[in-house]
């Protein structure tokens, strides 16, 4: 999959160090330890909760990465839990084809719909799910903290 010369790849171990020094520029994205991402990249189709990380990749540099969640074995359950963008990277429609990846992905788990949930005041990624065709199915008043904020539910069903 790609977008104007990027290319969506499942991420490899030495992709882990450039994930991480992404993430420490990007307020906006769920922090995790490197070997938390380490553990993502040989997350195996044997266990019960699997994760993805894919990596978007331009010209050599690491331009993005997202990150989806499936739980359950007879109903499964998807969840995009993070997705980030390099700033001199952004709406070029990278961040569209990590997500549509991480759907894709959640659909190979046998997902039936993908569950988000964002910062209220985290309009620009708002507008991109739901130009994804996500739709706000909630809100949890008070679930950020640093700032304080809302977090809107999102989701979007991923079955004919
Ligand atoms: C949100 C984010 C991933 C979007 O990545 P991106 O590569 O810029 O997104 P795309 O180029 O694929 O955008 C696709 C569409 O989404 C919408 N969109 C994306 N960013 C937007 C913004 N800042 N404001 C308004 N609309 C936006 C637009 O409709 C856009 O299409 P357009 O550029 O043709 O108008 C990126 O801004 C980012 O990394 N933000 C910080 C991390 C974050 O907030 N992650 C989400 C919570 S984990």
Redesign the pocket.
């Known amino acids: 999959m790609s977008?104007v010369g990027v290319t969506i790849r499942p991420a490899r171990l030495e992709d882990v160090g450039a994930v991480v020094a992404l993430e420490r520029g990007?307020a906006?994205?769920?922090h995790w330890a490197e070997r938390e991402y380490g553990a993502m990249v040989e997350s195996s189709a044997g266990e019960g909760v699997r994760r993805c990380l894919l990596v978007a990749e331009s010209g050599g540099e690491l331009a993005?990465f997202a990150v989806g969640r499936a739980i359950g074995r007879e109903e499964v359950s998807g969840e995009l839990e993070?997705?980030?963008?390099a700033t001199g990277?952004?709406?070029?429609?990278?961040?569209?084809?990590l997500c549509e990846a991480v759907i894709a992905w959640s659909r190979g788990q046998g997902a039936d719909a993908v569950e988000l949930e964002?910062r209220s005041a985290?309009?620009?990624?708002i507008?991109?799910y739901e130009?994804l065709g996500f739709v706000r199915v909630g809100m949890r008043k008070g679930y950020y903290r640093e700032p304080a904020d809302d977090a809107v539910l999102m989701r979007i069903d991923v079955r004919g």
Do not use: F, K, M, W
Request: hydrophobic residues 50%; charged residues 20%.
């Open positions: 977008a990007v906006e994205a769920p993005g993070s997705v980030a963008v990277a952004r709406r070029a429609g990278t961040g569209r084809a964002v985290n309009h620009g990624a507008a991109l130009r």
